[in-house]
């Protein structure tokens, strides 16, 4: 779903998707709000590609939930505050062909 203009909020997610997803790409939309609290529950969740929009809020340390990320960018929102330490010590990010791309916060 990236680069197509999509305005909005990010949804909540499903239980039963919360055990499915893989992959989810919304880069470079205009979509707006906070990381809703479900999505820290997707637990097979391998990419997350959130960067270019006009995403709000603060990064909270629940996205350390996520263990099983190998690629994250939030880079280009609009988030505050610092971001967690606890990014630092999620097993499968930072291990070779990962990537990891952190937002300015203000």
Do not use: C
């Amino acid at each position: 779903m990236h680069s197509n203009e999509i305005t909005g909020k990010l949804p909540e997610v499903s239980s039963i998707a919360q055990k499915s997803l893989r992959w989810i790409d919304t880069s470079n939309n205009r979509l707006t709000g906070e990381i809703p609290r479900s999505w820290y529950g997707i637990k097979e969740l391998n990419f997350l590609y959130l960067n270019k929009n006009k995403l709000s809020g603060s990064i909270t340390n629940s996205i350390s939930e996520l263990s099983t990320l190998k690629d994250l960018w939030l880079s280009d929102n609009m988030f505050r505050g610092d971001i967690p330490l606890e990014i630092g010590v999620m097993s499968s990010l930072g291990k070779s062909n990962s990537a990891i791309f952190f937002p300015t916060m203000t």
